[in-house]
């Protein structure tokens, strides 16, 4: 008995088992500062959005919406700030998460020290991409999902329509998908780089060029449709949430002419040039709402595209060139 005891006395202690270990557990270690700050804004940016959806819903229920109108203003600065926060999201990611990730590594000699260890560079570099886009991929769509989740039920409501970037970029696909794209162009140009702060700079600069192409392009994702209606009527009410693209008045045979055509100082001279030109005719240019699913899964299908081909680059100039 006294035998046993002393034996157990003098074991050594089991050592404790990671969840996460070897080179998954040192990447994860390295960069634990970025994880955790990406993680406490991810918490504290959804816990704002349900919040102010509770409020909105507060605020509409009093007002007895749908049945009775709605307040003129139901949403307010708060809405505009955590918009805008969605927006410069995938910049953030990009300059403080990518650009970093290979670059300090290069800068502070850990590349090098990594490759002289058993494991292969390779399998290092995809380590740490991994990681990276993971942490990047669950944060965008699970502020995504709830974004949405508040704003599809009352999208009539809020200020911004569906096509513009603070509604179509933070809903649905397309967030994560910048994100991802913009954060494998850090990465990329870190590579490149091979120094932090110059890397840092030069990603912010080439994602507000990428965040103003991708407003340019966004109205090209999905084709237009044309609907022509009288001059002097109104539009039906089944055009409420479509996004006009363009407008013209038209003759009967189809020909189109600017909409300040025939602006004259009299309304006697003004009747007197549509006769004349034959305008008979109001015509728009309009993509529809229910368009935006598509459009948004085929902006994201081209992101995840630029992902790939970016990540693809970073992998195969590791194989040839030391980082």
């Known amino acids: 008995m006294s035998t046993t005891l002393t034996e157990a006395s003098t074991g050594r202690a089991t050592p404790r088992r990671r969840m996460v270990r070897g080179l998954n557990w040192l990447v ?17 940016c959804s816990i704002w959005i349900v919040y102010q959806r509770a409020q909105l819903i507060d605020l509409l229920d009093a007002a007895g919406w749908p049945g009775k109108d709605a307040p003129p203003q139901v949403v307010g600065r708060q809405y505009s700030s955590l918009t805008t926060l969605l927006s410069a999201l995938p910049v953030v990611l990009a300059v403080f998460l990518g650009a970093p990730l290979i670059a300090a590594d290069s800068e502070q000699g850990t590349a090098q020290l ?3 260890q058993s494991v292969t560079r390779r399998r290092w570099l995809v380590t740490k991409l991994g990681w990276c886009f993971a942490a990047t991929l669950v944060s965008c769509v699970v502020l995504s999902a709830l974004f949405t989740w508040w704003w599809t039920p009352y999208r009539s409501l809020l200020s911004f329509s569906w ?16 994100a991802l794209f913009l954060t494998a162009a850090g990465v990329t140009i870190g590579v490149l780089v091979r120094r932090v702060l110059p890397a840092m700079v030069v990603t912010f600069v ?11 392009m966004r109205t090209h994702l999905a084709p237009s449709h044309v609907f022509t209606y009288p ?3 109104e539009l039906p009410a089944r055009f409420a949430e479509s996004y006009e693209l363009d407008r013209w008045i038209g003759s009967a045979d189809g020909t189109l002419y600017g909409w300040g055509t025939c602006t004259e100082a009299t309304e006697k001279a003004q009747n007197a040039c549509l006769s004349e030109r034959g305008i ?3 015509v ?17 299908g081209v992101l ?10 970073v992998v195969w100039r590791s194989a040839r060139r030391p980082l």
């Open 28 to 44: 994860l270690r390295q960069h634990r500062a970025t994880l955790l700050c990406l993680l406490a804004l991810t918490v504290l």
């Open 114 to 116: 990594a490759a002289t």
């Open 163 to 178: 096509m513009e970037a603070e509604s179509f970029d933070n809903t649905g696909p397309v967030l994560p998908a910048l």
């Open 206 to 216: 080439f994602a507000v060029a990428v965040e103003t192409a991708w407003g340019l």
């Open 231 to 233: 001059l002097d009527g």
């Open 280 to 282: 008979v005719n109001s």
């Open 284 to 300: 728009m240019e309009y993509l529809d709402y229910d368009q935006m699913a598509a459009m948004q899964w085929t902006g994201a």
């Open 304 to 313: 995840l595209a630029g992902t790939a081909v970016l990540t693809a680059f």
